[in-house]
T-cell receptor, first 113, second 113 residues
Framework: NAGVMQNPRHLVRRRGQEARLRCSPM?????VYWYRQLPEEGLKFMVY????????ESGMPKERFSAEFPKEGPSILRIQQVVRGDSAAYFC???????????FGPGTRLTVL | SQQGEEDPQALSIQEGENATMNCSYK?????LQWYRQNSGRGLVHLIL?????REKHSGRLRVTLDTSKKSSSLLITASRAADTASYFC?????????????FGTGTRLTIIP
């Protein structure tokens, strides 16, 4: 059973461009979570999704950030018009049930030039 | 202090010694989890302890939870060089438990061979 997959592992964007981060949950997992980690800090919750639904987006910045988890395919975290402050590691986690352990992917390291 | 704050921030010990890390939190929780993160990598789930449990073991790991003091400790016995990593505690804040994890800033553990 493959773990949580994230791609790309590293992403470089110039200011103003768009960043798309993908997350494929573990097989059988229908709950997906996105977290952001700044250097030397812990992870900060961004959004929690189930298939086709956003359950909790209380950690998402109000502008430029969006997330989806379609019926088919991976979950996507989209950052429009990136700024240098968006540079961070973005981690995706998945769980089979709402109250289960969250299993994390390897992360996508976004660098904004 | 933040929800899920670890102490100490950094710890260096000789291989073979025991390592103890502490975590304090502020609000009521359903469960508390410990994760390990190797430098530049994703998070590996170590252990989950529920609010009605006081102690849990997994291999060389021992976790305690004191809900009256809102604190937890992670003990790694007979440390190995491979244990060198950052360790995070995470508490749940969701209405149903576990969908939104709050992480501390972590303890950086270095095992000296």
């Amino acid at each position: 059973n493959a773990g949580v997959m994230q791609n790309p592992r590293h992403l470089v964007r110039r200011r103003g461009q768009e960043a798309r981060l993908r997350c494929s949950p573990m097989k059988g997992h229908s709950h997906v979570y996105w977290y952001r980690q700044l250097p030397e800090e812990g992870l900060k919750f961004m959004v929690y999704l189930q298939k086709e639904n956003i359950i909790d987006e209380s950690g998402m910045p109000k502008e430029r950030f969006s997330a989806e988890f379609p019926k088919e395919g991976p979950s996507i975290l989209r950052i429009q018009q990136v700024v240098r402050g968006d540079s961070a590691a973005y981690f995706c986690a998945s769980s089979p049930l709402r109250t289960d352990t969250q299993y994390f992917g390897p992360g996508t390291r976004l660098t904004v030039l | 202090s933040q929800q899920g704050e670890e102490d100490p921030q950094a710890l260096s010990i000789q291989e073979g010694e025991n390592a103890t890390m502490n975590c304090s939190y502020k609000t009521s929780i359903n469960n508390l989890q410990w994760y390990r993160q190797n430098s530049g990598r994703g998070l590996v789930h170590l252990i989950l302890i529920r609010s009605n449990e006081r102690e849990k073991h997994s291999g060389r790991l021992r976790v305690t939870l004191d809900t009256s003091k809102k604190s937890s400790s992670l003990l790694i016995t007979a440390s190995r060089a491979a244990d060198t990593a950052s360790y995070f505690c995470a508490t749940d804040e969701g209405n149903f438990g576990n969908e939104k994890l709050t992480f501390g800033t972590g303890t950086r553990l270095t095992i000296i061979p």
